[in-house]
Structures are given as structure tokens and as C-alpha cells.
């Protein structure tokens, strides 16, 4: 059933894509950056498809509004998280994948690392969505909120566009049709990414590995 369901939610988000354009593009990674269940795995690919097949829409522009609906579902998750605080996840957060213990590990996790943090959380799969409400809570400045979560997006749109491009040739080669085929689409695109989000996840690793071994030791 969960199955199917997804599979429903990716059909409509493609189909949203075809018929919307930019505008859907942004209103569909607006909902990936915030606490809804929409994979950008069914949002950026099939619109660099679309881009690469039909001209309906270039690359870059793909890549430009992905990046803005990240940041705009990221920012009104983030505004909402800084004016109604702790309690309310606290209360709340359990009917969106917000635990107490979930919430008060990304808390830690924001006050350590704050800025790369956030930075690398964007990057990983179920991190970037859930990293705003953390950065609304600890009140992260806006500004390079802002700058470190557009980064962050760019270079995933950037990287999921490519891979849509690549993915939907090769399927259409196949004589398969990528926007007809949700399941099709997202399990390709997900075998191709693996081995992406496994040099970000090595990168990042380094990266607090770093901050770790540098971090001023507590006096004896």
C-alpha cells in the first residue's frame, strides 16, 4: 500500500512538472524542503528530461527554479520553526517525523557544526528536509541561512538535472518512456546518485572530522 502510494504522489509530481513547467518546479521543491513527502528524485529529473527532449524548458532554468523552491520551502519551515520554538516541535513534531529525539540530536548537531552542517545536511537524503526546523530553533542568522541553503540546493539541482538528462537518454534508447514510468524513473536515478551522495557523505565525514581533531580541548 505504501508502495502505491508513493508511486501516486511520484506520477502526480512528474505530471505536474509536464504540465506546470518552472512554476511547478518551484512549488514541488518548495514542498521537498519542507515536511512534505515529495522525493526531488521525481522533480528535477523528469524536468531536466523535458528540458533535454523537448525544449519545453532549458537545464539552467530547471536548476535556477529547483534552487529557489528548496529555498522557499526551506525558509518558511525555518520562519516557522524560530516563531513557534522548541515547544511546539516538541508537541507537534511527532505527526511530521520530528521526534523529541530526533529534534534535540539535530539541536546538538546544529549547535557543534552550524554552518558546514547545514551546509552538508543539504546534500543528504531526509536531512535536507527536516535541517530548517534545527536552524529555526538554535535562530541561525537568516542571511547565511539563506546563503548556505541556496549552495547547498544549487549544487543538488545542478546534480539531479545531470542525472535526469543522462537517465532519461537511456531509458528512451531502451524504448522506455521516463515520464510514464515513476518507479522506473526514481529507482535509475537513485542507482546512479549512489555513488554521488557516497563521496558527499566521505567529504563531510572529513569535514567534522576535521572540526573534531582542531576543536579547542576543555582544560585539564
Excluded at 526514481?186 to 546518485?193: L, N, R
Amino acid at each position: 500500500m505504501l508502495h502505491q502510494l508513493m508511486e501516486s504522489v511520484a506520477s502526480w509530481c512528474m505530471h505536474l512538472v509536464n504540465d506546470w513547467g518552472y512554476l511547478g518546479v518551484v512549488i514541488l521543491m518548495a514542498m521537498e524542503s519542507s515536511i512534505f513527502p515529495v522525493p526531488s528524485e521525481v522533480v528535477i529529473p523528469p524536468a531536466a528530461i523535458l528540458a533535454a527532449s523537448q525544449g519545453t524548458m532549458t537545464l539552467t532554468g530547471v536548476v535556477l527554479a529547483g534552487t529557489f523552491g528548496s529555498w522557499l520551502g526551506s525558509a518558511i519551515t525555518y520562519g516557522v520553526a524560530r516563531a513557534l520554538g522548541r515547544p511546539f516541535i516538541e508537541k507537534f513534531g511527532k505527526y511530521f517525523g520530528a521526534s523529541l529525539a530526533k529534534l534535540e540530536r539535530a539541536e546538538h548537531f546544529m549547535h557543534r557544526y552550524e554552518s558546514g552542517g547545514l551546509f552538508f545536511a543539504r546534500l543528504m537524503p531526509v536531512l535536507r528536509h527536516l535541517i530548517s526546523i534545527p536552524a529555526g530553533i538554535i535562530g541561525m542568522p537568516f542571511l547565511k541561512f539563506s546563503l548556505l541553503t541556496t549552495a547547498g540546493a544549487a549544487i543538488w539541482c545542478s546534480v539531479l538535472a545531470w542525472l535526469g538528462a543522462k537517465v532519461g537518454a537511456r531509458l528512451q534508447a531502451a524504448g522506455q518512456d521516463p515520464l510514464q514510468d515513476a518507479t522506473a524513473l526514481i529507482d535509475a536515478v537513485k542507482h546512479e546518485s549512489l555513488t554521488i551522495i557516497v563521496v558527499i557523505f566521505a567529504v563531510a565525514l572529513l569535514y567534522f572530522l576535521m572540526l573534531k581533531l582542531t576543536a579547542p580541548r576543555p582544560p585539564a
